[in-house]
Each structure stands twice: as C-alpha cells, then as structure tokens.
C-alpha cells in the first residue's frame, strides 16, 4: 500500500519533489487567504453580540486548531523516525517545530486581543490557554532540542523523544473546555453535525482555514528543504545544486 | 460591503484596535517567518558552494605541492645521474 | 570465580534495582553537599519571599501553597543534575547501559534513589516552613498528601529531562524549558487541592489526578529515559 512512497525516502527525489510542489500551493495559499481575509474583513456580517471585533476569531480559530495539528503531525514524525527509522522524518519534524510555534504565537495573541474587549482581560489562567502556553513552550523546548546536538541524527531522536512525552498536551487543550469551567467559549464549529454559525459567516471561515494548511504546507516544504541540503550537504547532488544556485 | 466608509472599516464598530493588532501581528509574524525561511535557503546554498570551493582550492594547491615536489626530486635525480655520469666519464678519461 | 560471574548474570531484578538504589545512595552520602543544596535552596527561596512580597499575614497565606510548591519544583530542577551527569562523566553510565539488566529497573533504581534524597526532605521540612507563611491551618494535610504524591512526579519527569540533556555542554539551562511544561500539571492540581482543602471542601479530585499522574509517570517514564539515555550516549 504504501509502495509508492518508497522512492521518497531518498531526499533527491523529496527535494525535486518539493521543488514542484511549492510554486502551486503558494498559488493556492495566496488565493485562498486573499479571498478568505478580504471576506473575513469586508465582507462577513458582524456578530450579533461581539459585533466587530468577531472578525479576529477567522484568524484565531484556525491558527489555534492548526498550532495543535502541527504538533501532532511534529509527533507523528517523530514517531516514524524513532520506530520505523526513516531519516526524513527527522528533517519533517525539525521543520514543522517553528512553524508550529509560530502558529501558537499567533494564536495567543489574537486571542488576547479578543478576550480584552469581549471579557475584560488580556490574559486568564484558565484550562484552555494554560495548556496552548504549555505548547507554545513544547515548540520552543523541541526547537532547543534540535539546535543543541551537533549529530543530527542525534538530535532528531531526543527531539522526537521530547515530542512523545508532550502529545499528551493535545488531548488536555482539546478537552480542556469540557472538562473544566473555563472563561473560554465553548467548540462554535464542530465537524459532526451542524455547526453553530451561519453560513455567510461559515464560508469565510472555511477560506482562512483552507489558506492557513496550505500556507503551513508552503513555509514546511521550504523548510524542509532547508534541512535536507544541510544533512545531505557531502552529497554530489548537493553539490552541483549550490554552486548552480549557490555560489555566485 | 458591511463598512459604509474607510473610517468605519478601520474603527470596525469601535474595536479597531484589537481588530487590527490581530491581524498586523499575524501578518507581520507569518512575513517573518516566510522571509527567514527563504533567507536560511540561499544562505545553506551559499556556505555549501562556498565550502566546496574552498575544499577545491585547498585541493589544487595540494596537488600543486605534489607536482612541485615531484618534479624537484625528478631535477635532484636527473642531475645527480647526470653527475655520475659525467664522474665516471672523467673518471674513463682520466 | 565463573560461578561467581554467572551468578551476578543471573541477579534478579530485585537484586539489580536494590543494588543500584544502594550504590546511588552510598555515593550520595559521601557528597552530601549535594543532597544538602537543593535542600537549603528550598528553605531560602521559601525564605525570601515574605521578605519581597511584605509580611501581611493574609497575602502569605494565600499564596502559600503556590510558594512552597514552586520552590519544591525548582529546588528538584537543580538536584536532577547529578542524576546522571557524575555517572555519564566517569563512563559508568554507559556500561550500566551495556549490562544485561533491563534499563527500565536500573534507571526506576537511580530516580528512587534521587526521590528518597530530595523528595522525601522536603516532604518533612515543608510543614515546617509553611508555618512561616502562615498557612491554613486545614491545609496541612493536604500539603503533606499532594507532596508525597507529587514530588516522586517531579523525579520522574525530570529524569526525562535530564536524560535528553546529559550529554549537552550547558545542558543545565535547556532543562528548565524542557522540564517546566511538564510540571506545569503537577503544580497546577497540587496547588488547587491545597486550596481547596483550606476552603474545608473535599479534595478527593484533584488528589485522584495526581495520583494518575503518579502511576502514569511510574510506568511510562523510565523508558522515555532509557530511549533518552541512549541517544545521549549513543
């Protein structure tokens, strides 16, 4: 089933790979966030009670969930490289780590902005955000990981190891407005049933969404990139690739 | 449009200010982000051109050192036979 | 004398965890300044904070609980150092790697014997010290119950952390942002149950989830730090 993949495992082949795949998603993603925003900004109805200031949540909503799937895909990664000992897996995961904290970043901060002048406080420490600050923090301490170790091959697996121990952040995040009473509003999209939003206010959301995965897969593959070069940088591929690029 | 005028887009109903500091950190981290990510790529390229043009350099110069040193010791051999010849020849002479 | 070897072969697991226990202990006894500065970090970090937050009996025994607790943690962030950096520095560590025991029982050995060093003190001193902070008076049993609970946690954890750093030169500074995410829950629930307690309402909850935590960390983190310990010495 998974036979197809195999010639992947060379990272000439994944390199030339990516170098097709990012000129079209970046297309993608440039279309998909131009609309997305532009509707999110202009042209959505403003939330009956929030009024305004609604329209953070087309960014906050989508980076807060993407933060939690980068980290479970850094895991996922992680994982193949500690099991099944694929060598790329270890690249995969050193790249998605600033992307994912980034993401939380981001995600903290346009929450603050809405929480001030929706509940009057830049900042609580509740369930939800504690355990999103516990991620920001898993990022950073995985990123730290990677850069202390001079072997690579080294720091992918105590990074993978580090990531391992953390995946049991995610269920906390996810499950955290259940299971606790939180200043933090409760699921407004779910993906069974019917979500709770009109849909003129649905379909922006589902733009910025798209546009944001798109977005992470652009900036990883770039990244990505970036790792493979420096890990397989004796190789004669290598070579001629950066002093046809490089060296000028 | 859900905005009468540009003033009342940027005030957005009296939240501008939270509005837009949202969305100008995303923008300003997402640039970041792209813009350094790209950078690191020309940079990688850039040091490993570099160090393999070194290496190559250092290379040649070795190979230079080789060939001068061999060519030395073909010069000290030739003409320490060319002596001996020369000696021997004298020494037929004489 | 190969009756001799063949019999150390065949130690029990028993006799492997014993022996390493009293091996980390003995050594322990013989640096005892390093048992002793954790400790004595905990009494002044505990110290100093009426000193900077103002002697005001109500405001100490409020934050009380978060106090001691943080300094319970940070005082075990600085003992986990020699949980295995001596061992990695003399080369021990590596053939404790090699021996034919499963790593799972030598490294269970060496965190007991760093719980029984850290923990257990601070266990008996912090009843002591929270009389300085003027705590509740309904909260002690609680502080005793979240600490005999937790601090073993605390060494779990750690061992991870130390064990993914051990082999870095200025390893010491990366453990604190790899370690203080996963004490974060600890303290959180350790904190609300004291709390609570000193509200007189029933902490059974927030008891139960440290003792998951407990049990979870007992089982699982020994062999995220046999994987750690051999990455670092690859």
Redesign the interface.
Known sequence: MWKWLHPYANPEATYHLTDRIIPWFSYLTIILLVIG?TWA??????DYQQ???F??FY??VP?ATLSMGIYVGMAIAALCS?VWQFKLADASAASLA??GA?FT??SL??GA??G??MWGTWWIWDARL?SQL?LL??F??VM??HN??E?KA?AG??AG??T???II?IP?IKYSVEWWNTLHQGATVSKMGKPSMTMDMLWPFIFCYMGFIF?IVV?TC??F??EI??RN?MRPW??E???S???? | MQFDSINAFLSMGGYGFYVWLSYGITTLALLLLILLSKQKHKQTLQHIAQRYNRELKRKEAAALQTSALASNTENTLSTVASEKCKSEHDKSVK | MTKNIQHFNNLSYRSAFMLVLKRDLTIAFRHKDDVLNPLLFFIIVITLFPLGVGPEMETLSRIAPGIIWVAALLATLLSLDRLFKSDYNDGSLEQMLLSPHPIFVLVLAKITAHWLLTGLPLIFIAPLLAVLLNFNEQGYSALMLTLSLGTPVLSLLGAIGVALTVGIKKGGVLLSLLILPLYIPVLIFATSAIDTAAMNLPYTGQLAIIAALFFSSLILSPFAVSSALKVSIN
């Open positions: 925003l900004l202009l042209f959505a109805p403003a009024g305004d200031s329209r953070i960014i906050h980076t500690i600033p992307i980034v970043f981001i901060v346009t902005a809405w001030k002048p504690t516990i923090f898993l950073l301490g730290a990981l202390a170790f072997d080294l697996k105590a190891i580090l391992l121990v953390g952040n906390i977005l900036i770039i990244r990139r970036n070069l420096s940088s290598v070579k690739l950066a002093l690029k490089g060296g000028k």
